[in-house]
């Protein structure tokens, strides 16, 4: 992307309004950012347009949370909205992600990684730009607009009545594989910003909230949040970040299955009690949230929805082909369900339930959950978009199955721990619930396909080389006979 096909783009499209807070300083902001940014954006881990290349950027919003001009190391801080454009085969609409840039004259050596770029003109012309959330600084600037809940240009901050908020100092950014990032305060809280936003309630927001009112202990109840609002309600807010008790020195149900497959160690009676928890963190979704039944015409159409998303990653992913015919009996299978009178309820889902979604602490082992964000490549509405409980079930169980897949030389003996971990997590589910997923095979069976579909999908887009982890789940489920 050459700098002035962007800034014309800027120039363009400010598809909800111009920059707020800029002073009418957004378009040469962005002139000065354009290229750093092009270069940066797509190396992001939670950059979603991988693949396409990015054709122009434009800015929703700038706020300056610390000022920019400050000379040696005393650095300013900026928050910006930007929308991208990509060119590809289909045309995008283009995302919005969020920014926080940090800006120095000179960047200490340790800051270094966090580069972002050297402005080549424009008002922030050779200053260092970086990844805000790196430098301990910064991290703590934001904390402090969270405690004093109110607006500041186009973002809004708010607190839960009577939270705590981390106090002393200490901020950390986490390093490891994510979908959006995250400090840590104090080892206390934890804040997660959004990358990819949308307007629109946040599910990792709503949900946590509903469920700590319901008084639902499995969930770390948010303590503050920021979202980005626009006068005169061009749309509805954007959630951008969520602080919440960080649970030290928990596990994750990740860590743990895979520290049990490599001591050949059961982890029935840990499935077991996770199957417990989400059987409970359902029950108070469904006490608190609406819920609906899914009647025949709804089964249906959730059948045929399988249908399609299969024929997309089919597109998108080769390996896929030979499989579709196999894998559509699942659906088929469904729609036959809801045909004969099957019927389930529909109510509020975690929406993208896995082994890493899970934190085990405590001396009395005690599971939560976190990140009800739901799968991040569907649209914010189709997340918080009520569906059958046996969504999440299904995706657990693909987690059991992902976890004895690491096993090398694991074997029959891998193959039966995820058979008896799948089992067990079942079974607790049924004990705290009185609804056994097992009964319904018909809607597990095309719930679990259309998860390993959608892991096909991820994987090819993320991490290549675990493609083989939800193929080889593909092939099973494509030979499976209803
Ligand atoms: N409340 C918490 N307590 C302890 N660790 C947490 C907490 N929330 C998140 N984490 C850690 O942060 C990681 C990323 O959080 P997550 O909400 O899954 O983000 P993402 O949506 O970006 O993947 C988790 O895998 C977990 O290790
Ligand atoms: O945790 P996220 O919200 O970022 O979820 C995405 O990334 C997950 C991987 O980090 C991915 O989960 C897949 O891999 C897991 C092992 O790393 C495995 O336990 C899950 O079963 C499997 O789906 C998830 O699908 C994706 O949405």
């Known amino acids: 992307m050459s700098e002035s096909s962007s800034t014309r783009a800027a120039a363009s499209s400010f598809p909800w309004g111009p920059p707020r807070n800029d002073s009418g300083q ?90 972002v770029g050297r402005p080549s003109e424009g008002p922030l012309q050779d200053r260092a730009v970086y990844e805000a959330l790196y430098d301990p600084l910064l991290a703590e600037v934001l904390l402090e607009r969270l405690r004093t809940p109110g607006r500041l240009g186009a973002l809004r901050f708010d607190r839960a009545p009577g939270a705590d908020l981390p106090s002393g ?6 390093t490891g594989e994510q979908t959006n990032s995250s400090v840590v305060y104090g080892e206390s809280h934890i804040l997660k910003l959004f990358r990819r936003v949308a307007p629109g309630l946040h599910p990792d927001l709503e949900l946590p909230r509903a469920l700590a009112a319901a008084g639902c202990a499995r969930v770390p109840a948010p303590s503050a949040w920021f979202e980005a609002s626009w006068p005169g309600g061009e749309s509805e807010p954007l959630t951008l970040g969520v602080l919440q008790p960080y649970l030290a020195g928990s596990s994750d149900g990740w860590q743990l299955a895979l520290r049990s497959l490599n001591g050949r160690a059961d982890f029935s009676a840990a499935a077991h009690a996770l199957g417990r928890t989400m059987a409970e963190v359902h029950t108070a979704l469904a006490q608190t949230l609406p819920t609906s039944v899914l009647d025949r015409g709804q089964l249906e159409q959730a059948a045929t929805a399988m249908g399609e998303r299969l024929a997309e990653a089919a597109v998108a992913v080769p390996a896929l082909r030979p499989y579709r015919t196999g894998l559509g009996r699942a659906y088929e299978a469904l729609a036959g369900y809801a045909r004969g009178g099957g019927a389930c309820v529909a109510q509020r889902l975690h929406g993208d339930l896995h082994l890493g979604q899970v934190l085990r602490s405590g001396e009395t082992p005690h599971w939560s959950v976190i990140d009800f964000e739901g799968e991040p490549a569907r649209p914010l509405a189709d997340r918080r978009r009520p569906g059958p409980p046996v969504r999440d079930i299904a995706g657990m169980l693909r987690s059991f199955d992902y976890a004895a897949c690491q096993q090398q030389d694991g074997g029959s003996w891998a193959a039966d721990w995820s058979r008896a971990s799948r089992k067990a997590f079942c079974r607790g589910y049924a004990a705290a619930s009185g609804a056994d997923p097992l009964s319904t095979p018909e809607l597990l069976r095309a719930y679990e396909t259309d998860k390993a579909v959608y892991e096909v999908l991820y994987e090819a887009r993320h991490r290549p080389h675990w493609l083989h982890v939800p193929m080889t789940a593909i092939r099973r489920l494509a030979a499976a006979t209803p």
């Not at 040469?28 to 054709?55: M, N, T």
């Open 26 to 115: 957004g378009e040469a902001l962005l002139r000065s950012l354009a290229g750093p940014l092009a270069r940066w954006l797509p190396r992001q881990r939670w950059f979603a347009g991988k693949g396409r290349p990015l054709a122009g950027l434009s800015l929703l919003s700038v706020t300056e949370l610390l000022p920019c001009d400050a000379p040696g190391y005393a650095p300013g801080l900026l928050h910006l909205l930007v929308r991208t454009r990509q060119s590809g085969p289909v045309a995008a609409a283009g995302d919005c992600y969020q920014l926080l840039l940090g800006v120095r004259a000179a960047l200490p050596p340790d800051l270094m990684p966090a580069l």
């Open 169 to 174: 100092p200490g901020a950390r950014a986490l």
